[in-house]
């Protein structure tokens, strides 16, 4: 069975798809990567995990040696921007890549900052809506270059390698991402995979919903609009 790399702009169902897979009977190495780092959660509990990320950065591993370090039947997960040199690495994987509306992704990923405890800032702002303000005026500009750098995956990559977070629970899309990984399941077994997901708590997993009628305002929408987002989420096709 062949190596696959779940690639993903962040809060995009990474680790929900990276449990999909391992129900399914493809190895999770716990190895995540970036352009320039490797972290290794295999032997990180979930709550040290989501409190303490850095706990399983590793210092002595470059993003191409933890590539190099798969074997088959295995899995790793990433933001891994694109490249020549990085479709180089990848040549012997299985790419697929994850996708959400923009705006999703900066609602959820400011949550979780809350939830796992990084941005006690983020946390002392009752009010949701000026909380996304608050993360959007510190972190619309480095969330937007994280976006542009993955966003020619998207064009890149076969259509069938493209998956949204909110279509991961419909069998008609887990029957596509089972058949690219190469562990086509029955009806039965995707249904009951699906199941068994839904229950598990992941690493980044945040209680609760990240709806954008909550959390937006004009406010968050211009800074979305000003940092190009609104043109990043019309070539995801999320048209607003």
Known sequence: ????FINSIPKSGTYRVSALLQQAGIQSTGLHITDDKAWDYSNIDVETGR??????LQAGLSPAEALASIQDNRALVGHFGFSIQHCALLKDFTTIFLVRDIREVIVSWCRWQVFSGQNPRLAAIDDPQQMIVSFLELSARPTAQIVMSLLPWY???PQTHIFRVADLKQHETLTRLFKVCGCTQTKLNIEQIKKTVD?????????GNSLISDHWSEQAEHLFRAH????ANEILGFVA
């Open 51 to 56: 409190r303490n990320p850095d706990a399983a």
């Open 228 to 231: 190009h987002l609104q043109q």
């Open 1 to 4: 069975m062949a190596k696959i």
């Open 199 to 207: 229950g598990e708590e992941t690493l980044t997993k945040v209680p």
């Open 155 to 157: 064009l890149y990559l």
